[in-house]
């Protein structure tokens, strides 16, 4: 079985659950499951034409494997500026309205 069929095998069976396993529409889940990823695939051709006729060997690409998630470094904090200084004031206050 080639990937193209398991992944239409497996899209079929997604919209056969969706509508409730419903008897004797495996004809219509399958052509409508043919059809999504042949666009998706088409679509994924267009946007990076090497990417879809050049494959890595199954070896290399990691045996079909996830790759872990790479964690970048975490980004440096600059230090806090030091907070303003309060100004002083020139000369206490007085209140004149008790004079």
């Known amino acids: 079985m080639t990937d193209q069929e ?4 497996e899209r079929a069976h997604a919209l056969w659950e969706q509508e409730g396993r419903p008897h004797g529409r495996h004809d219509a889940h399958w052509e409508q499951a043919r059809r999504e990823i042949e666009e998706t695939r088409a679509k994924a051709a ?3 034409p090497t990417r879809a006729t050049t494959k890595k060997p199954a070896a290399a690409a990691g045996a079909g494997e996830p ?3 790479e964690k970048k ?3 440096r904090k600059k230090p806090a500026a030091p907070a303003p200084k309060a100004a002083k004031p ?3 206050r007085t209140d004149k ?3």
């Open 90 to 92: 020139s000369k206490p």
């Open 73 to 75: 470094p975490a980004a």
């Open 97 to 99: 309205s008790e004079s």
């Open 46 to 48: 267009t946007k990076n």
């Open 6 to 9: 398991k992944a239409i095998r």
């Open 67 to 69: 790759k872990p998630a």
